[in-house]
Nanobody, 116 residues
C-alpha cells in the first residue's frame, strides 16, 4: 500500500504563487508515475501535471509555463510550484501516484483558492 499526504494549499490573490507538496510513504517502489489532479466544484477531476521515474514531466495545456512539477525519489516527495495563479485555478488539488500494475493511489486533497 501507498499513502499520499498533501500540504501547501491556501488562499492567494490572482497573480500570486503557491507550492504544493506531496509525501509518499509505504510501498513507494511501486510508484512509476506521481503527479497532481484537481477538481473544481461541479467539474470532473482533471490532470494538472505528472512526472515519471527519470523525471519525464507532463503538463496540462492550461498550466504550461506557469506550473512546475518536481520529484525527489530519495525523499519520496513531489512538489508543484504554481505561479501566475488565476481564479480559474481554484480547486481541490489531489496527489496521485501509481503504475501500470498498482494504484492509482490518491491523497486526501488540499484546497487552493485564488481570489480575483
Amino acid at each position: 500500500q501507498v499513502q499520499l499526504v498533501e500540504s501547501g494549499g491556501g488562499l492567494v490573490q490572482a497573480g500570486g504563487s503557491l507550492t504544493l507538496s506531496c509525501a509518499a510513504s509505504g510501498s513507494t517502489f511501486l510508484l512509476n508515475v506521481i503527479g497532481w489532479y484537481r477538481q473544481a466544484p461541479g467539474e470532473q477531476r482533471e490532470l494538472v501535471a505528472s512526472v515519471r521515474r527519470g523525471n519525464l514531466a507532463n503538463y496540462a495545456d492550461f498550466v504550461k509555463g506557469r506550473f512546475t512539477i518536481s520529484r525527489d525519489n530519495a525523499k519520496n516527495t513531489v512538489s508543484l510550484q504554481m505561479n501566475s495563479l488565476k481564479p480559474e485555478d481554484t480547486a481541490v488539488y489531489y496527489c496521485n501516484a501509481g503504475s501500470s500494475a498498482y494504484g492509482p493511489y490518491w491523497g486526501q486533497g488540499t484546497q487552493v483558492t485564488i481570489s480575483a
